[in-house]
Each structure stands twice: as structure tokens, then as C-alpha cells.
């Protein structure tokens, strides 16, 4: 393990150890607080949280529950002031309300479910001489979107058969957003929010096309169908055809109308990321979080404009309506060593290959192409995993977070296990994703041709293959494994200025908690992969945002552990024993004031 704290710029602390704290556990030297958790008033007139008199009106206005994706953006004008943006991925119902019964979920708790999915906008005060931050209530730009705001649907599928539902004869607008997992930060100052596993909302399908989304034919878990028919695939069809979309939202305008972007098609979007072409024109990545399924890219055919102008702004909300959109197929450049059933090893001792990002709808101002024999270019935005099959995508293990180097360009695809790979009845190993039943997932490192965004050819390499460095499998970037930390199922990436990679986890299989790890892309410490935080019991670790002076984190689902619930808490974080187990978001500085790592 790496034990002293040299490194890379931005990677010199003192790794963390593995661990199974009931804690955020922070490298020493360092500081931590939590800068907002769920049910902390927000807007104005909210009340103070009380989980035992929990309403519906009192979370729409209070942060939500189960934060991932964090943003944070300038707030010109207001000193020491900036802008959080997070998502509510989903809520946690018997460790929300006491005495749930899940089979007879009643409607208060429904609605309150309802409010505390989606986005929360609140603006945060940074203190002079530490890292810390703290929420400002009432601030003028924060805002709640919930599972039943007002969106606009764009894009080709706008409009069409497919999304028109009893209530909305226009197929434009759709009242919520649900399961917001990861998503990105635009350079025209919007955030993106990738819409995941929207399946479970929805109940009672028998067509072939929601069973490749994974909807049930039965009941839901949470039985919102009960309370709302739109729920109810059999009463209401299309309404399932308006989520598990890339959601934008304009955080400086809180009269704004949030986006759903038909034109980067509709599966279980873990993130959404943004490159910009040579000429200004916005590339987009993003990952469809399933065993088996593929990534994506985007490429925008109009250029942002720059400025903060209104004309400038209304422009640039339209940028992710005309483009192309791609799935990548991989190949491997070696043949393939099997070894004893665990899977295999390239024979030229590197796990590399090309690709190719083979296009699938070109959506334009006087309307739509499709490139998919027997699918409408409608059909490809609504149906994109069925169009992602008959192209002959490669099929990866779980595409989590994906993001391009702002240093490099290159681009990093986090793909956190499969489970399936391997097993009878499901595709074997391949080169890319090279591990049978892959327990720990590995991160691919994409470079794009020339080194532009837009290319439609690309090479790519494994940078990291996780867990226990001791596992002759796993690979650092070809680092020394003796001095790396060890690394279970990667989930969340992001950048620090530095050109490091940062990674979160979610689901670690070799038995400690989850955590944040710092890995150098560049130079003589390539590979050298440093934990950095891990977090409480039940719990991921999300939305990484690393800053010069703080390194911020979504503590999400703490506690979420078999047979727990609010009478037998399987945590006790963030407020201690007694009190109900409420994720939250963390910040962590360096108690001297420094900055983070150098
Ligand atoms: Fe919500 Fe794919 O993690
Ligand atoms: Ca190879
Ligand atoms: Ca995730
Ligand atoms: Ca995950």
C-alpha cells in the first residue's frame, strides 16, 4: 500500500486505509464537514426537517434524498458565494418513513417520495480560511425540481406518437425527472443530468421494447402506480417513453424550463459529459449503466456562443437538439489467452485495441435521419438500445461515468462489474472488458483520432483493471502494484486541474467500504492510485468535485444495508446514534489551508 504522502501535484496526501467505518474517514491533515443533507429547508417558507412529521410541501422545498451528480458553479457578483447543483437519485422509502410497509405505501409518503427525487439548486458560502462550505437558504437562484416539475422534451422523438400520453397531446411536456445518477457540467453554464434506472417506476408491460429497458410486468416496488396512472404502463403506454433521457437544466435562471434531449437518445443514462470540437461544437458522452450495454457520444453541429447574454444563452440551450448521435463498437488488436475460466489475457500483454463510433441518428433543423435499417429516426431516440443491437455495438460491462481529460482529451470510461460475463447463456470475454464474471470493473482510457472530439475512429487501452493489487489480474496503468491502493467496482470520475483523475466507488467487493481514489494520467506516476476518503456503512460515494482548496463528495444511501430500516439503522452518520440516517453532501480541505494534494 502506498503509505507516504509524495505523489503526483494534486495526489500528495497520505492514502486512506481501507475500512469499514461507520464514517467519512479523511487523510490526515485534512478536515471534513457536511455542507448540506436531506430535508435541510432550501426555499423560502420551507420548514425546518423533522422526519417524524415529514409532508410532501415540506420536502419540495428542502434538499432531496439520495444525492450523486454534484456541480458547482460560479456565482459572479457574490463574493466567496457559488452554486451547487445536485441529483436525487432515488429514495430509500423504509429508511425514510418509520414503520414502512412496503406493500401499503401510503399517498403522503408517495408525494414525499415524489419531492425528494430530482434536482436541488442551492447557492453555498465558502469560509475565508478553510474549505468548508455552507448551504444559504433562501437564496434567490435555489430551487427544488422534483418527480413532477414541468420539463420541455426537444430533440426528434419531441412531438412524435410515441411520447404523446392522455395528458400531454403535444408530446413536449412532461412533468418530472427520476432517477438522476451522474451527469455534467456544460461550457455554456448548464448542467446535464443523466436519467438511470427509470425502469422501476413503471408498472404492468408486456412489450418486447420496455422489456429490454428492464420495466416489469408486475407491480413496482414503491406501487406509485397506485397514486398516479402514468405509472401504469398498461393504462398509460408512452408515458415510460419520456424518461431515460439527458435532463439540462439552466441554474442561473429559476423561471428556466429544464430540457429532456431526445437527440442523445433514451436508455439508462449514467452521465453526460462535454468536450468541445476544434470549431466550438459540443460532443457529449455519455454511458447506458447496464451488464451488457454500450456508451455513446454525441456530436452537436452547432457552435456555442460565447457570453452570457440572453441571445447567447437561449442559443446555446439549443445546442443538444442538432447533431449525430454515435455507439462505439471496440476491437481488440491481440488474440485473447484464456486463463482458467477467470477470463483472459491479450497475448501481446497489453489490453488495447481501435474502434470505431458507428452513427446512429443525425437529428437537423428541418428534421431528422435515421441510420439504422427498419427504425425511424423517432424510433432510434425512444428505442436506442434496440438501435445500439442491430448496429452491433460492443457490449460492455456496466458504462458508469464517462468523461474527456480537460488536459488531455482523452476520455475515461469508468465500467463498474459484470456480474454476467461469462456465464452460460451471456457473451464471454473480450478484449475490452476481459474479465468473466467481472467482479471489480476496470476503467477504459479512449483516444479519440487526431485527438478530436468529432473523430468517428478512435484507439483505446485499459488504464486501470481493479481490485486487490495482490490479484494477478488487475493492472495500474503498468504502476507498481505494491504502491497502489486497492480498488473495487469504479463508478464516478471526474478531474482535478492537475490533469488527475479522481474515482469513486460504488458496490466494492473486496469488503471494505466505498471510497474516493486520486490516479495520475501522465508522467512517471501514471497509475499510481491513491485512496483518498471512503464513506459510512450502506453507503457510495458520488459526485466527486475536486477544487484547489476541497475535494467534495455525495455521501449517497448510507445505510442501506438488508433489513435495515429507521428502527434498526444499519449507520448512524451523519448526525450520530439516535437520529435518522440522512445522506448528505461532505467537503473535505487541508486543516492548513493548502490546497488539496500538492
Ligand atoms: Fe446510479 Fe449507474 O449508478
Ligand atoms: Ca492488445
Ligand atoms: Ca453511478
Ligand atoms: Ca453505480
New binding site residues.
Partial sequence: RPSKASGARGLRFTPVAPNTDDAVTVPEGYRQDVVIRWGEPILRGAPAFDPEKQSAGAQAGQFGYNNDFLALLPLRGEHDRQLLVANHEYTDEVLMFRGYDPENPTREQVEIAWAAHGLSVVAVQEERRSGRLTAVSRHRLNRRITATSEFRLTGPAAGSDLVRTSADRSGRKVLGTLNNCSGGTTPWGTTLHGEENFNQYFANSSRDTDKRYGIGTGATERKWERFDKRFDVAREPNEVHRFGYVVELDPYDPESTPRKHTALGRFKHEAATVRLTQDGRPVVYTGDDERFDYFYKFVGSKRMRHGNSRWAREHNLSLLDEGTLYVAKLS???PAIEIDGTGTL?R?G????GGEWIPLVTATEDGAVSHVEGMSAEEVCVFTRLAGDKVGATKMDRPEDIEPSPTTGKVYVALTNNSNRGKAGYAGPD?ANPRNSNKHGHVLELTERWNRADATRFGWSLFLVAGDPEDPATYFAGFPKDRVSPISCPDNVAFDDHGNLWISTDGNALGSHDGLFGVATRGDRRGELKQFLTVPTGAETCGPLVQDRRVLVAVQHPGEVDGASVEQPASSWPDGPGKIVRPAVVAVWRADGRDIGV
Avoid: N, T, V, Y
Fill in positions: 481488440g488488436d491481440s491479450p501481446d497489453e489490453f488495447d485495441g478484449e
